[in-house]
Nanobody, 122 residues
Framework: QVQLVESGGGLVQPGGSLRLSCAAS????????IGWYRQVPGKERELVAD???????NYADSVKGRFTISRDNAKNTLYLQMNSLKPEDTAVYYC????????????????WGQGTQVTVSS
């Protein structure tokens, strides 16, 4: 199976920066699309940004120009550089990966990490 472990969350002042990481491990054959989602209590989980194996990126309008998503395919690791953070960016951030594992045969997967809290407050 595939495990996703996020790190890098924390408390930051408005205007500050944080860098989130998501490390994928397991019998991974491919990670096709991997991305970051966020959720606040009482609201649906929303896409922040994702990136394909070919490097194509997609961002929510609310984070364009402030956040940058990247991936290191050799390390199976995803990053999210978050700059100019705003209080409305406060949420639990989740990593999600879709791809293929080898368990005797190739099987598609869609996995979520456990989440990391980001709090933007003065």
């Amino acid at each position: 199976q595939v495990q996703l472990v996020e790190s890098g969350g924390g408390l930051v002042q408005p205007g500050g920066s944080l860098r989130l990481s998501c490390a994928a491990s397991g019998n991974i054959f491919s990670i096709d699309t991997i991305g970051w989602y966020r959720q606040v209590p009482g609201k649906e989980r929303e896409l922040v940004a994702d990136i394909t194996s070919g490097g194509s990126t997609n961002y929510a309008d609310s984070v364009k120009g402030r956040f940058t998503i990247s991936r290191d395919n050799a390390k199976n690791t995803l990053y999210l550089q978050m700059n100019s953070l705003k209080p409305e960016d406060t949420a639990v951030y989740y990593c999600r990966a879709l791809g293929t594992v080898i368990l005797g045969t190739k099987i598609k997967y869609d996995r979520w990490g456990q989440g990391t809290q980001v709090t933007v407050s003065s």
